[in-house]
């Protein structure tokens, strides 16, 4: 799932592909908000970001990812 975080005085986001459900990444990002302390994140490549939550201005969280299998969608009848 993708989640792009923006920051204070900042016109770049941080954009992240990371694991998990809507509702696990959000009651993470949540509290980490709410009781003012740092926010750790994995990426699916393994790399740990840790922000600040006194800088964080907004955060988007994308909907879960549906992966498909086989080759439905790829052939069309005609």
């Given at each position: 799932?993708q989640?792009?975080?923006?920051f ?5 986001e941080?954009?992240l592909t ?8 959000e009651?993470?990002i ?16 393994g790399?740990i970001?840790?922000l600040r939550?006194?800088e ?5 969280i ?17």
């Amino acid at each position: 799932m993708q989640i792009r975080i923006g920051f204070v005085n900042n016109a770049r986001e941080l954009s992240l592909t990371i694991d998990g459900t809507q509702e696990e990444v959000e009651a993470k990002i949540n509290e980490a908000l709410e009781n003012q302390k740092l926010l750790t994140l994995t990426d699916n490549k393994g790399t740990i970001h840790t922000l600040r939550t006194s800088e964080v201005i907004y955060v988007l969280i994308g909907a879960e990812k549906k992966e498909t299998v086989g080759f439905a969608g790829i052939f069309k009848e005609s």
